[in-house]
Structure formats: structure tokens, C-alpha cells
């Protein structure tokens, strides 16, 4: 009977840099869909609260995969799942409800997400 072995190296400071750099990828991807969605100008647009202070990305949990745009006002959850609201268009034409849904699966820019991270990631990889 043939033995058959084998020897497996890994080279860990590749591995956590791979690991970091995915890391500051996602954080890159989350700031630029928030840039991207407030240059759409689909927010709704009142006194621009909503938009420029009190929308922003949480970084909290990046290192478990995970960053979040948040909007901490206690109404922009009413706006947003509310579109037959009739938003104003004088500051932002495109105002709407579902504000991010061009962005998500199905939508005209879905791709832009997972694009942008790739090209991230490999920058910060190194690849």
C-alpha cells in the first residue's frame, strides 16, 4: 500500500493582512454607497438634517463583516417606508421613499456595492 503526504504552510501574516484588508474594503464600499445615494438626491430634502448630519456609516462591527448606513432621526423610518408621501423636489429632484432601493438587489445600481468592494479589496490587498 502507497503512503501519500503532504505538508500544508500557511502563511499567516498574508492571511491577516487578506483579513484586514477586507475589513477596510467593506468600510470604503459602505462610504461610498452613502456618498453615491446622497449624490443621487434621493433623500428627501427639507432642511438637509436627514442627509448631511443624521445619516451616516456605523464602522462598530466591520472586523465581523458587517457595516451599516444609519439615519438616526425619529422619522426618517416614517419617510422611508412611506413613499406615497409627497416629498419635496426644490433641493433633491429625486426625493423619495425606499431611498436606497436603486442600491439593493434588483435595483438600477445593484451592482455598485459589490463592485466597489472588489476594487477596493484588491487595492488594499495588494492584488
Do not use: C
Not at 498574508?14 to 470604503?28: F, G, N
Not at 445615494?37 to 466591520?62: C, I, M, R, W, Y
Not at 436606497?100 to 435595483?107: F, Q
Amino acid at each position: 500500500m502507497m503512503r501519500v503526504g503532504s505538508t500544508v504552510r500557511m502563511n499567516m501574516s498574508r492571511i491577516r493582512r487578506l483579513s484586514k484588508a477586507a475589513v477596510s474594503a467593506l468600510e470604503q464600499t459602505a462610504e461610498a454607497v452613502h456618498t453615491e445615494v446622497v449624490q443621487a438626491q434621493v433623500f428627501p430634502f427639507d432642511t438637509g438634517n436627514l442627509q448631511n448630519e443624521s445619516t451616516f456609516v456605523d464602522h462598530s462591527k466591520s472586523a465581523q463583516g458587517k457595516a451599516t448606513i444609519v439615519s438616526d432621526t425619529p422619522y426618517a423610518r416614517r419617510l422611508y417606508y412611506h413613499p406615497e408621501y409627497d416629498f419635496q423636489t426644490d433641493e433633491n429632484p429625486n426625493a423619495k421613499g425606499h431611498w436606497y432601493e436603486d442600491w439593493e438587489k434588483g435595483g438600477k445600481h445593484q451592482d455598485f456595492a459589490p463592485d466597489a468592494f472588489k476594487r477596493f479589496y484588491r487595492r488594499e490587498a495588494g492584488l
